[in-house]
Structures are given as C-alpha cells and as structure tokens.
C-alpha cells in the first residue's frame, strides 16, 4: 500500500489538512505543488502505522 501524508495547507485564511497518497516525502513534495495554496507541512500520517501491521 502507498502510504498516506496529510499536506497542512492555508485555504481563504484557514488551515485546511488534505490527504494525500505518495511513494516517499519527495513524491508528497511533487504533488503538493499542484496545489493552489499556501503549503505549511508534510506530515506522514498516523494511519500508515495500521497498514504496516
């Protein structure tokens, strides 16, 4: 399974939390610059912890 990273952006003034599917941190990077918005962070989730047990 592709882990999941939540990509913690600023939408309109307000943080917004989007999830993301990414092979690595570097792909997660990739992708969120085909977002519209302010990027804050990468996080790797807390729900890969459940896919790799």
Do not use: H
Request: hydrophobic share 40%; aromatic share 6%; glycine share 4%.
């Amino acid at each position: 399974m592709t882990p999941n990273y939540d990509l913690i952006l600023r939408r309109d003034g307000e943080i917004k939390i989007k999830q993301i599917l990414a092979i690595n941190i570097n792909d997660a990077i990739v992708k969120r610059k085909l977002e519209r918005s302010d990027l804050k962070g990468i996080v790797f989730t807390d729900q890969n912890v459940e896919s790799f047990m």
